[in-house]
């Protein structure tokens, strides 16, 4: 069971340029989320899926974008990197509200980021 | 609005001991809660969860309650191992939007 992956790992980045991480999920989830976690900070949420085709603000968008063209995967974005930016990144997905119950989020492994 | 609030790390204990991490919410509604386990160069994995008040989630020793009256979700274990040092995230989600804690650090010495 692959659940989520994140691509790539690892990655340096200069000051300016511009990638692109990518979440892939298996298990058919609805929503997906992109966080950023720094020292001392917890999780923060960065842009969620409610569906394919569908994005939205989390607490923290500036600077990001995100696309869901197809229901498996959750593009995360950096036009033009910043150090601010230098962080580890996460990707989850769930499933909705089932039978009143709120279902757990499951996280990707993460990509860590350094802007230089 | 919906909020977490764990205890602030570090927390050092020696093998074997009795692990208590602090956790309460705010929340309207009816939340589940979960707690997370987040070992060094890795994602946050579901350690375990409760959907409704008085539930217990278990799993690996571990335990909480759902505590409505006192709004808490306290994990517990009665005796820790060294392999049991991470970080572990109480968390909240309501309305499929979710809620962290800070994370707490554990750190169990042989």
């Known amino acids: 069971n692959a659940g989520v992956t994140q691509t790539p790992k690892f990655r340096v980045l200069k000051t300016g340029q511009s990638m692109t991480l990518l979440c892939a999920q298996d298990m058919n989830h609805e929503y997906m989320y992109w966080y950023r976690q720094d020292p001392g900070m917890g999780l923060r949420l960065i842009h969620y899926s409610v569906g394919e085709g569908t994005t939205a603000k989390g607490e923290v968008p500036d600077g990001y974008n995100v696309s869901r063209l197809k229901k498996q995967n959750f593009l995360l974005g950096l036009e033009s990197a910043a150090p601010s930016q230098t962080s580890v990144y996460f990707c989850?997905?769930?499933?909705?509200?089932?039978?009143?119950?709120?279902?757990?989020?499951?996280f990707g492994d993460g990509t860590r980021l350094s802007i230089l | 609005g919906n909020s977490v609030t764990q205890m602030e790390g570090p927390v050092t204990l020696s093998e074997e001991a009795f692990l208590t991490i602090n956790c309460t919410y705010t929340?309207?509604?009816?939340?589940?809660l979960f707690w997370y386990v987040q070992y060094p160069g890795e994602g946050l994995q579901l350690l375990l969860k409760?959907?409704?008040?008085?539930d217990k989630g278990s799993n690996k020793g571990f335990e909480a309650t759902y505590r409505k009256e006192t709004t808490s979700f306290h994990l517990e274990k009665g005796s820790v191992q060294v392999s049991d040092s991470a970080v572990y995230f109480c968390a909240l989600s309501n309305f499929n939007k979710f809620y962290f804690g800070s994370g707490t650090k554990l750190n169990v010495k042989p």
């Open positions: 989850a997905s769930s499933s909705p509200v089932d039978r009143g119950q709120n279902q757990p989020q499951h």
């Open positions: 929340a309207t509604g009816y939340p589940s």
């Open positions: 409760a959907t409704k008040a008085d």
